[in-house]
Structure formats: C-alpha cells, structure tokens
C-alpha cells in the first residue's frame, strides 16, 4: 500500500528527515527538477502531435545539430532553477558558459535532452542532472572543475513508454515512475541495486574498425563462446545513453563508449552526462571508469569536455579495464 501514496515530495521529506539539519532547502531544489521534468515530458509525449519536431537549423556549442525540443527543455530547466533561489549559477550542454543566477546555495550540471537524435523515431530520450555545493556566490567555469566525488546529488529523467525520475542524494538510489493522471512521480523503484556481473554489453560496434586492438581484444572475447563464462553476453544498443544506462542499471551489464579515431576523447560529456551517471552507479553497487581512472575521481578542465565511459556492473567494468590496462 506504501508504494501507492509514496510521491517524490514525501519521499524527500522523510529522507530529509534524518538530516535533523537540512534546511528543506535541498527537497525545494528536487521539486523544482521535479516539475521541469514533468513539462519537457508533457512536450516530449505530444512531440509528434505539434510541429515541435524536426531541427531548429542552429548547433549547439558542441556542434551537434539541435532540436527544438532540446532547446525547449535547456530553457524549462534554466528558467525553472535560476528563479528558484536555490540554484547560484549552473553549466548545460546547450549553453556555451557558465550561466550565472541570482542566489542560491547549489549549482546544478545537466544535460537537458540527451540523444535528442531519437526524437523523431520515438525513441525513449532522458534528463542528466547533477547537483553541487557553490563554492562562490560570482559564477564562472572554475566552479564546475571538480571531481564528481563532491556530487551531493544526481540524477536522470527518462521519457520512454513511462516517464521515470532516478536520483541519489547518497544514500542509495530511488526511482519514480510519474503518473500523468495526478501529475505525481509515485515510488516505483526503492534502493535500485545494480547486479555485480550482467550478460548485457551497449556499443556501437559500427566503430569496431576505429577502436584500439586492446577494446576489441576485449569485445572479441564477451562474444566468444563460452558455457562457463556465460558468455557470449547480448548486445543491447539503443543509441540513447540515458535508456542504455537505465536498462543496464536494473538487468546488470556494461556500457561503453570509448575513445575512437573520431572521438580521440570519447564522445559522450564529463561533466554533466558521465559523473552524473558515475555517481548514481557507484550509489546502486556498480563502476564507472574511462578505462583506468574511475569517473568521480576526474576534474574537467572545462565544462564541454569529453571523456571515454565505461559504466554498469562492477566486475564488468573491472574485466574491461583488465584487457585496457593488459
Ligand atoms: P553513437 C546521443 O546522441 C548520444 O549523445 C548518447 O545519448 C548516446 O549514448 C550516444 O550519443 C550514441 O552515439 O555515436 O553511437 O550514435
């Protein structure tokens, strides 16, 4: 009966509870991401009813081709959390600086709409968010160069056949599923916990050509054969990192993005995709690592920086920096 009546608001506040300190500041901050997720999902779901769709003609900073819809869910976040009065100043993937804001005890890191690409072809899309301490009330890039480990908070929003908010404030991760009808995100998923080993691999193997001897040494053997090993493992790819990592976080396994002759630094974003992402596995028992440091312990040197990621299931991860580092 707890599962039905427990909404995200209530679950903060107990969890808040055991922090007889904690100002509520932090629970306002988690409803004010609460109710932009709740808009770009509402935009997300009727994308293909209005002319939401297609390209704005614009880039963004990265060069990537922006849709209409990332720019629609930048903007819900920015506005949402620079008014709030909670949020000093945050870094996005659709803005080219730091955006400063009026005050607030936290900065925020996102990545509004990740694999916007699949937009079109309703293919399941997220929110990457992470939560800092500010360190300074004037906002520049400085603020955002370190490491992961001084997360206080992340989390996703995944827009696939229901809309779910994944979090961790460091201690464990809870999933929400939203239900439109009341407009709540109901407690669906308590304390996820990420199976040690998983038989399920995520990789563009259209890049096999591109990748160094040692990543395929390692592809070549999950693919391999083996009744003892339980190998081959099944590849699994969606192309959407948010739903890739969200069905490896509940069924175990591991995803990979590595550095490539295209992508000398990997392709997917440090700061506000891969420590993210890092803290939430690392919350669920899992790993993450760009084959020879783990995540949360590097510092970007600047907020659109790249960073090959391996993330899911520890003893897959560690397998696979065994072949890297071999
Ligand atoms: P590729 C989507 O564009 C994205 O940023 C991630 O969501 C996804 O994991 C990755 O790129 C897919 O990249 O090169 O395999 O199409």
Same mark, same amino acid.
């Given at each position: 009966?707890?599962?039905?009546? $427990?909404?995200?608001?209530?679950? #903060? ?15 306002? #901050? ?21 002319? +939401? ?20 869910? *930048? *903007? ?9 009065? *909670?949020? +000093? ?46 360190? %300074? ?7 955002? $160069? ?27 991760? @809870? ?18 916990? +990420? ?24 592809? %070549? ?28 976080? #509940? ?8 550095? %490539? $002759?295209? @992508? ?49 299931? +520890? ?12």
């Amino acid at each position: 009966m707890e599962k039905q009546t $427990m909404n995200l608001t209530r679950f #903060l506040i107990e969890e808040q509870r055991k922090y007889p300190h904690a100002s509520g500041v932090f629970t306002e #901050l988690f409803s004010e991401i609460a109710l932009a997720a709740k808009i770009i999902s509402r935009e997300v779901n009727k994308a293909g009813l209005v002319d +939401i769709l297609g390209y704005t003609g614009s880039k963004n900073v990265t060069g990537d081709e922006v849709k209409k819809l990332d720019l629609f869910a *930048n *903007n819900t976040m920015k506005h949402i959390l620079c008014r709030g009065g *909670n949020v +000093i100043g945050l870094a996005s993937e659709e803005e080219e600086e730091a955006v400063q804001c009026e005050r607030g005890k936290y900065l925020v890191v996102f990545d509004p709409l990740d694999g916007s690409s699949n937009i079109d072809v309703n293919v399941s899309i997220g929110t990457i968010f992470g939560i800092y301490n500010k360190m %300074d009330d004037f906002v520049d890039e400085k603020q955002f $160069m370190r490491p992961g480990r001084e997360l206080v908070a992340a989390g996703y929003i995944i827009y696939g056949s229901s809309t779910m908010f994944v979090y961790s404030t460091g201690n464990g991760v @809870h999933g929400f599923t939203l239900d439109p009808s009341v407009g709540e995100f109901i407690l669906s998923h308590k304390d996820i916990k +990420i199976p040690k080993k998983g038989k399920i691999f995520s990789i563009n193997t259209g890049n096999y050509k591109k990748w160094d001897e040692k990543l395929k040494n390692y592809i %070549d053997f999950i693919t391999t054969p083996d009744k003892k090993t339980q190998r081959p493992y099944s590849l699994r790819y969606i192309g959407s990192l948010v739903a890739d990592f969200h069905r490896n976080l #509940l069924y175990g396994g591991i995803f990979l993005y590595p550095k %490539d $002759m295209a @992508h000398p630094n990997g392709k997917l974003r440090l700061l506000y995709e891969a420590q993210p992402l890092a803290f939430i596995v690392e919350q669920a028992g899992g790993y993450a690592s760009d084959g020879y440091t783990p995540i949360l312990d590097k510092v970007p040197h600047d907020i659109h920086e790249r960073t090959p990621l391996f993330i899911g299931s +520890i003893e897959n991860v560690k397998e696979l920096e065994q072949f890297l580092q071999k």
